[in-house]
């Protein structure tokens, strides 16, 4: 089956610091999302990317498909980013629906 | 457009009861996926559903059931509740254009209490 491995577990910033979360998948996944769950459980979605490099505001993410890994970059973070960041990956085809899931990373930003 | 949305968001149950939770896509979202979240396994897959058809299942025991209706609102049900099934249950749904597989967009998630 589908692998998904997030480094790192735990991350602690202070406010306006930059990080990158790292996502490993393994070779049947054939699509990738990049979520952030916020203190109230919703999964909000950050990006869509199974290759390529993706901007949205101070987040950005770039997927290497050939070589099975995804990095989500956050650049002057906030108190509002905190929570868990996770990946998910999908197989396509007839895996319908579903989404295998790293263990997320827990992002902790101090003002 | 509205989101994915889920009700009721909180539920607290007693051991051997059953339990159903529904969930309504995003309008237009023909595909419904159920998942449920534990601090030990962290997010697992339960089953999707597209037009009334389940076409995909998780590793989960038959206790675990799942329906969709022709307006693609779903439930899934619990039967026979253990405390192990204390979780946070998500949905999502997604248009399913078949390739690529599409983005999917969570619900904000039933929290179920098994005491």
């Known amino acids: 089956g589908i692998q998904v491995e997030q480094s790192p577990p735990d991350l602690i910033l202070q406010e306006g610091a930059n990080s990158t979360l790292r996502c490993n998948f393994s070779d049947s996944v054939n699509n990738l999302q990049w979520f952030h769950q916020n203190p109230w459980g919703q999964l909000i979605n950050l990006f869509y990317i199974p290759s390529g490099t993706k901007q949205n505001g101070r987040l950005s993410a770039t997927t290497v498909a050939t070589e099975r890994y995804s990095l989500l970059y956050i650049s002057s973070s906030q108190t509002t980013d905190s929570g868990v960041y996770f990946c998910?990956?999908?197989?396509?085809?007839?895996?319908?629906?579903?989404?295998?899931f790293g263990q997320g990373t827990i992002l902790t930003v101090h003002p | 457009k509205a989101g994915v949305t889920q009700t009721p968001r909180y539920l607290i149950k007693t051991r051997g009861q059953q339990v159903t939770l529904s969930c309504s896509p995003i309008s237009g979202h023909r595909s419904v996926s159920w998942y449920q979240q534990t601090p030990g396994q962290g997010l697992q897959f339960l089953f999707e559903?597209?037009?009334?058809?389940?076409?995909n299942k998780g590793n989960f025991p038959g206790r675990f059931s799942g329906r969709q209706f022709s307006n693609s609102r779903s439930e899934m049900n619990v039967s026979t509740l253990e405390l192990g099934d204390s979780a946070l249950y998500l949905c999502?749904?997604?248009?399913?254009?078949?390739?690529?597989?599409?983005?999917?967009?969570f619900g904000p998630g039933t929290r179920l209490l098994v005491l």
């Open positions: 999502a749904s997604s248009l399913d254009r078949v390739v690529p597989q599409e983005t999917q967009y």
């Open positions: 998910a990956g999908g197989a396509g085809g007839t895996s319908y629906g579903k989404l295998t």
């Open positions: 559903y597209f037009s009334e058809t389940q076409r």
